[in-house]
């Protein structure tokens, strides 16, 4: 699924390119667009359910089935409370938000630091948009870097107390996340507030001062390849 979107910015247009295999070239199309009082900064693009998500970690996705004769753009704002003011964050909310699809859903993290308890530690949510075609997410559980910190298994890992990076939510297992922190990729059963996986990354570029959520992918390799692997699940930049 290869596609692109430019809306132009203040107008209720954009144009949809669509790469078709059928004549090998890009095809493009007007679509109507839903956003016209503010521009959308997309971090990512998500494929899922047969649509593709233009993901803004600061207010909103935006979806459509780009393939059908006549797509339309629908509007999936986050859930509520968590849309920020235009340029809020700019350039760092995808070192503490993401949008990926773990077990068949779409799951959005969240650990910026507007998010805090009652108390006013700084926590970690998983919200799950668990119906395409609505705009209903689900709060699915949530936990302060406190309570994780304090557990033993991340005693263990003799790493410091210090809010990591956000690197992404297991594809399959939506209950584990994984953190950058001083070159270690960080595995946390959060529901449980256990750490599953400690290992030293080691990435080439970017820098670890500039690795984001971004960089990171995640695929399960087939069984084929994963014999003698405990861990199917690979992550590359």
């Known amino acids: 699924m290869v596609a692109e979107l430019q809306p132009f910015v203040g107008g209720d247009k954009a144009i949809l390119l669509r790469f078709s295999s059928e004549v090998g070239e890009w095809v493009s199309k007007y679509v109507g667009y839903p956003l016209p009082a503010r521009i959308l900064c997309p971090n990512r693009v998500v494929s899922h359910a047969g649509r593709l998500w233009w993901v803004d970690l600061s207010w909103c996705l935006l979806t459509c089935h780009p393939f059908e004769d006549a797509p339309v753009l629908r509007v999936v704002p986050l859930p509520e409370g968590k849309a920020l003011k235009p340029r809020e964050a700019w350039g760092l909310l995808d070192k503490y938000r993401c949008v990926r699809v773990s077990a068949g859903k779409l799951r959005f993290v969240d650990m910026y630091s507007r998010n805090r308890d009652s108390r006013g530690a700084t926590q970690i ?3 799950t948009l668990a119906d395409p075609d609505t705009t209903e997410w689900t709060l699915e559980y949530e936990a302060t870097f406190k309570e994780i910190w304090d557990d033993a298994s991340y005693k263990a890992t003799g790493l410091p ?17 994984y953190f950058f922190l001083d070159e270690h990729l960080l595995g946390v059963n959060v529901r449980a507030r ?21 960089f990171i992918h995640a695929w399960q ?4 390849l994963c014999s003698g ?3 199917s699940t690979v992550f590359f930049r």
């Open 194 to 214: 256990k750490v599953v996986e400690c290992e030293v990354y080691e990435l080439v570029a970017p820098p670890s001062e500039h690795v984001v959520t971004r």
């Open 125 to 127: 949510s998983v919200w």
């Open 161 to 177: 107390r210090k809010i990591p990076v956000l690197a992404l939510i297991h594809p399959t297992n939506p209950d584990v996340v």
């Open 229 to 231: 692997n405990r861990n």
């Open 221 to 224: 390799l087939p069984p084929a």
